[in-house]
């Protein structure tokens, strides 16, 4: 595998750029201020991908909100999932009562966030609703409710803006498709 030593090199182009993304986040953050007026909140931010989407949403909310982290491998044969997740990195709150919304990068196949949601409901959440930031509707497997959508994309591989490809490209400001020679 060959990489050119400046990165934005490998984005064939460009899906949102920076200004976009933040129009996105702005927009997202109205809603959720909106529905959740008075109350308070944990914020779920499913790592490592959310991180830079959670830290430019959390700072356009408006009510108390408790920020905590969440990491999670989900196992399966081959690609796909099998319905169990392993918590790597467990919240720190106790979810019991509480609002959780989870912040979460993008929705592919939904499995992921079902189970975390089924978790936190046994759990005893008061209520649990997800941000994403992106959606690949033509992906999802599973139907999972995504309460607040930025936007939804099609079936293509994007990076930047937290999402990576292989751990990498997850600094860019940006969402952008990589070029195809960079997979091989
Ligand atoms: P799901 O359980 O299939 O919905 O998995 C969603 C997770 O897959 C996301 O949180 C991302 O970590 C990863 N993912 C899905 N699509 C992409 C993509 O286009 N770029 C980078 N990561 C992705
Ligand atoms: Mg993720």
Sequence with gaps: MKFNTNMH????????TKQEIDHMVYELAHQINRDYDG?????????????????DLIRCLTMNVKLDFMQV????????????I????????????????IIEDIVDSGRTLSLIC????????KSVKIVTLLSKPARRVVNVKV????????????????????EKYRQLDYVG????????
Excluded: C, H, W
Excluded at 43 to 53: E, P, Q, R
Excluded at 73 to 84: D, K, L, M, P, R
């Design 9 to 16: 090199r490998d984005i064939q182009s460009i899906m949102f």
């Design 39 to 55: 109350e308070e909140l944990i914020a779920a931010v499913i790592l490592k991908g959310s991180m830079m989407f959670a830290a």
């Design 73 to 84: 491998s989900s196992y399966g044969s081959g690609t796909e999932s099998s319905g169990v």
């Design 86 to 101: 392993k918590v790597k990195k467990d919240l720190d709150n106790d979810v019991n009562g509480k609002n959780v919304l």
């Design 118 to 125: 089924e978790d936190l409901e046994k759990r005893g959440a």
């Design 147 to 166: 309460d607040y959508i930025g936007t939804d994309i099609p079936d293509e591989f994007v990076v930047g803006y937290g999402l990576d490809m292989d």
């Design 177 to 184: 498709i990589l070029r195809p020679e960079v997979y091989m």
